[in-house]
């Protein structure tokens, strides 16, 4: 099965952006984490970002097409995209497991609301890149129950 990792916009800044908050590692390292997990557990992961939501929109469209599951971290567009929040919903069945490396609800007050979490089969925030592969074990474990 092939997993879309879609990331969205300034976490291609990761690594020197607000490094308290968001850790070290870079996007590139969270990628090729992303692949290690997927390899080991027989998923193929295709990995992107953008900085434009309608660019992460066409995505969402092309993963309902052609693949299993999404890993999303919408970054800021999850607190305000309604455009991605339909994209999800138009992609129905296929699930969206939401990431974010920080504790959202930690954190200001226009963080805690997610357009994307109503719409997801779950969500992981506050354990840095670890939320990726977290994310990665829950799709796996749904396919092998649906026994794709
Ligand atoms: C984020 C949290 C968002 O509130 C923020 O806008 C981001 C990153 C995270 O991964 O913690 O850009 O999604």
Redesign the pocket.
């Known amino acids: 099965s092939t997993v879309f990792v879609l990331n ?4 291609n800044m990761l690594g020197r ?1 607000e490094p308290s ?2 850790g070290v590692a870079t996007l590139e390292d969270i990628a090729e984490d992303c692949r290690k997990a997927g390899a080991s557990l027989g998923l193929t992961i295709d990995f992107r970002q953008s900085n434009h939501e309608g660019e992460l929109v066409g995505w969402i469209q092309e993963a309902a097409e052609g693949a299993s599951g999404i890993v999303l ?7 305000t995209s309604i455009a991605i929040h339909d994209a999800i919903r138009a992609a129905a069945p296929l699930p969206v497991v939401e ?6 609800h930690a ?2 007050p ?2 805690h609301v997610s357009k994307v979490a109503p719409h997801a089969v779950g969500m992981i ?2 354990f840095g890149p670890l ?1 990726y592969r977290l994310a990665l074990q829950a799709l796996a474990a749904r396919f092998a129950a649906d026994g794709e």
């Open positions: 969205g916009p300034n976490l952006r908050i968001y971290n919408a970054a800021a567009y999850t607190h990431v974010h490396l920080s504790n959202i954190r200001e226009f963080r925030c506050g939320g």
